[in-house]
């Protein structure tokens, strides 16, 4: 691995004190960072170098998956250091570079840099091109700009930011964090799907019936109405983690040199466009109304703490998608999310075909589960004798899944200081999601319905009926 | 059900002691035989009835799957009878049909009459022919005979006992037990296979590389060296139970009316016969030698009590079968048993195509394993990206099983005395298998090498070299 400067925009926010301290801090005790290297955090607050990594080994006490000796900490520790940069402030961005080319200097490390912007998505654009302007990105090795969403709030803030970005960053040297895609059963989506020989000459319409891809929260909006309702599910998760995963599930191969890039990209050009006079037959958006979760009264939305009593946000979204490709041709894709559900849990459920006339009435249809939060693991759910009473058909499943497994910013950190940019979203995807998304927000500006559902349920019964006009059920 | 009598010839034996009894009685706790019924023990020691129900209690009590209140097993007791007959004393069956009628008339049960010949194989034809005779073949409603294992010890034998048995019980009569049918994974097969709609796709020479069916067990020969030493693996497993799990792992879907019967005497037929010159380049015979288990040493073969120093009886028999039919055609079925081995285990593995050049070196095959015995289940084998190290593609796999199951007997009585003939072997199956075996058991006779493995190992290595040859490995 390339000896590389470590520099991190926001190094006092919340993020980087549960996140990405604790995942640098794992990658370290599992020598997966560079042999030369060090981390300058950058922050408005008055830290010294010295009281920084004091607060810093605070918060990987608390928060790091892994535990090691104090020494190794201490050691971690060390490569930290800490400036005061105010991010409008061209001054401060000269006495950056003076800062990291003394310590590439020290240390001996070749001119990479990997900045890491963990701040407000206002703040992008200023800092990307006072990293230009400032001669911070001109570097005799390379540099690599992780940038945090949201990506944009429409196609056309996206298409804007994007824009600017690239005037200081070429798009191979951005790595966009879409979280989703570091966590373990994400990554495993393809070599799930690509090397196993049963499964590939299942995965299609002939004998897919439908797929459904779900993220269920319980917690409500909590301390985030500020950012929340201005986004939305549809923004928070749709657009970017949701459609992801979708990609992922849906795309083809890659073969002949093509990559997984590019075949998310071909299957996202497939889906056929929901236009605006379409989007109310598609999409279900719905917001949470008060209700019961584990035996306590919960309240509503409108009742929450910074949510004004009219916000017409929605904090669930069901919609159906479907790909008009030789693979996936009559086949819904349905999609869903939501806050305060009955059940915690991201997976993604292939529902084969059912045996038509075969007279085997109690069979249930075939389903693959890959569970991917918060239990990790995949099963089939297949048919089968009642050991107890052979008359009966039942439907019995199984899971696997494993403890302990790196958290996705390990997985994703890890990945950008290697250069490889597999599980990060390139401008493409997120453009044709937003391009997907955009006439869904325009009918939400319309005042199209937003429906209701009691907190702790499985959602409103408006998505049970997208799916029973296909004759299909969510698999809760 | 159908009001009957139960007449049971070795009633004393230590099959209806431990099996057939205890069965009866769990089919009575769950409410599973007939209103009006009553059960008559047969053999040649001196109980009466009142002694004889003791002595059932006792067994019942040792041996049942479940328990009860007494008052429900004094229940049960009072409705067997027993008898002493002598089974080529005339005169004892004409005392056993007057014993009959009167406990028909008492009971108000119609002439239904099930006989269940739990004797040594000699035996099977006088009784049948007495049976006949004596005018108790001769009912007013159905007659049934339900025959235990060996039927034949070879092709000759086989015929001639089915010749005899025929003069006196029609072929639909005849319930042949083959109790690995009733095993609950091995009547599960079909459904497995069948109600689901994943499998069946995938269930051909497309997808298939080779299937092994193995039964292992652990212990010798035990207190069996008589019958053992005369009968060999190759009659005591191979020419029933294996190739009853061959043929139902490899048949065809019953469709337009016709039955599993007619399916699996389908492929039977389909199986290219192994001719005298090619078995010993098909069939591996071997017997245990001396070796550990569970870290004690244990004697050979030659050393058990009742076995003849140069005995040349196989303990251990590994064959490969092809199908000649469009499904199969190329595709290896590896089978074989032994005794003495380092696992007990009964189970089908099939495995499945690896992917050709698709750079996924670390992939194993993907295998779907059907375990029988001890543990039931199902499980499939797939490739999934290590959660601990992305690089690294790993193998894992599931499995459920049920506690407490009924066990095969009180399956296949059931099935008998409702007239259910589907798991049990039918003539045309039998004689087939003994066709397919008889040329092994000729070769044997002509000293085909006797291989040697050593006792607690997974046999011996000659029966590896038979999968190399097409660069499989047995599934251990």
Known sequence: MDSMSFV???????????????ALFNLYIENKL???YFIIGLGRKDFTSESFREYVKENILEFSRQTSKEENLNRFLQLIHYSVLNVDNKED?????????KLEVEKNIEQNRMFYLSVAPNFFDVIASN????GLGSTKGWKRLIIEKPFGRDLKTARELNEKLSKSFAEEEVFRIDHYLGKGMVQNLDTLRFSNSILEPLWNKNHVDNIQITAAETVGVEE???????????????????????????????ANGSTIHDEKKKVLESVRRIAENEVSNNVIRAQYSSGHMNGKEVQGYLNEPGITSDSKTDTYIALRLLVDNERWSGVPFYIRTGKRLKEKTTKIVVQFKSLSGSGEKEAQPNLLIIEINPTEGVKFQFNSKSQLDSSVVETTSNMESVKNVPEAYERLIYDALTGNNTYFSKWDEVEHSWKLVQPMLDMFQEDMPLCKYASGTFGPKEADQL???????WWN
């Open 93 to 101: 961005y000269q006495k950056l570079l003076k800062t990291v080319e």
């Open 131 to 134: 990293i230009k302007e400032s």
């Open 467 to 473: 799916l029973q006009e296909h004759n299909f059920k």
């Open 224 to 254: 985030r109405a500020g950012y929340y309702d201005h986004s939305g599910a549809i923004r928070d998760m749709i657009q970017n983690h949701m459609m992801q995963m979708f990609m992922l599930v849906a795309m083809d191969k890659p």
């Open 8 to 22: 991190l925009f926001g190094a006092t926010g919340d993020l980087a004190k549960r996140k990405i301290f604790p």
């Open 34 to 36: 560079p042999e030369a």
